[in-house]
């Protein structure tokens, strides 16, 4: 399926993403990708020690993993030119082995670039667990294709 051309964004439109586990493979795998062996997220009786009680997944993780998540849905398969910025992402509650994530994205702006052939989208984007608790939230900047002429 390929991807919305800029032109089929509207702002107000919305599209909740599928949900993907976190296993504890995926923190370990993350580790190693980024050299963040940080106790909190590698060390079980290190982080049991914690306010957390538990080992918990790297912020980044759950960032890496929305953006996969949103990619996935196809809306911007083949038609993202670019992911042009990150703004105000706070990092609200831990995700934890075995939480289920998914994101939650809400076009709140689009502006007409023809310069590049195409425009920019800026969305809100919260990512929750399987409880729908925000767990992170932000706003991405995006980059699409116009639709071809």
């Known amino acids: 399926m390929a991807g919305l051309y800029f032109e089929e964004f509207s702002v107000g439109q919305s ?6 586990t976190i296993s504890e493979d995926a923190i370990f795998s993350f580790a190693g990708l980024t050299g963040d062996y940080n106790q909190i997220h590698t060390d ?4 049991a020690a914690t306010q ?3 080992r ?6 759950g960032l890496s993993i929305a953006v996969g998540l949103i990619m996935r849905t196809g ?13 105000e992402w706070k990092f609200v509650k831990p995700f934890f082995i075995g939480d289920t994530v998914h994101a939650v994205l809400t076009i709140t702006e ?12 800026t969305a ?5 667990n ?3 608790e925000v767990c992170q939230r932000g706003t991405l900047n995006l980059l699409m294709l116009s639709k071809p002429k």
């Open 15 to 20: 599209v909740k993403t599928v949900g993907r």
């Open 75 to 87: 809306l911007l398969e083949g038609t993202v030119l670019a992911f042009r910025e990150i703004q």
């Open 124 to 128: 809100h984007v919260e990512v929750c």
């Open 44 to 47: 079980a009786a290190f982080a």
């Open 52 to 54: 957390f009680g538990q």
């Open 110 to 121: 689009t502006k007409a670039l023809p310069r590049i052939g195409g425009g920019a989208l």
């Open 130 to 132: 399987q409880n729908d």
């Open 56 to 61: 918990i997944a790297h912020g980044l993780l």
